[in-house]
């Protein structure tokens, strides 16, 4: 069984890249624009790891971690950000704080995220 990744982002092209390249790399991939949507996702599937945006419409990150980490408390998550009201560093560290198990400053190398999902769900079979 392909590990089910979650990703959630509000720009529509880098939602795409990383759906893209994700399931290039073996994975099952389902996708969200927002945290409201990615709890619709979390509630109704087994999802292996979540990959998520902090800055959002809707429902930010941090908002959204929260969420997950009382839905589903063991799943991964990689929390991505490139800044807001506050500089990206002090984002991911309040995701780090909420349990986000990997930190991504936008911009980011795309072979670090295939990488890190690696690491925290293994290589699809």
């Not at 799943?75 to 704080?97: F, H, T």
């Amino acid at each position: 069984m392909k590990p089910h990744i979650l990703v959630i982002e509000d720009e529509p092209a880098l939602l795409s890249l990383i759906e893209q390249l994700l399931t290039c790399a073996g994975y099952a991939v389902s996708s969200a624009e927002h945290g409201r949507a990615a709890m619709k996702i979390l509630n109704d599937s087994v999802v292996h790891l979540v990959v998520t945006d902090l800055v959002m419409p809707e429902q930010d990150g941090i908002e959204t971690i929260r969420k997950i980490r009382n839905l589903q408390p063991s799943v991964p998550i990689i929390a991505m950000s490139g800044g807001g009201v506050i500089e990206a560093d002090r984002y991911l560290k309040i995701a780090r704080a909420l349990g986000a198990k990997r930190l991504l400053p936008k911009p980011f190398a795309t072979n670090m995220l295939v990488e890190m999902v690696r690491e925290l769900v293994g290589a699809p079979e």
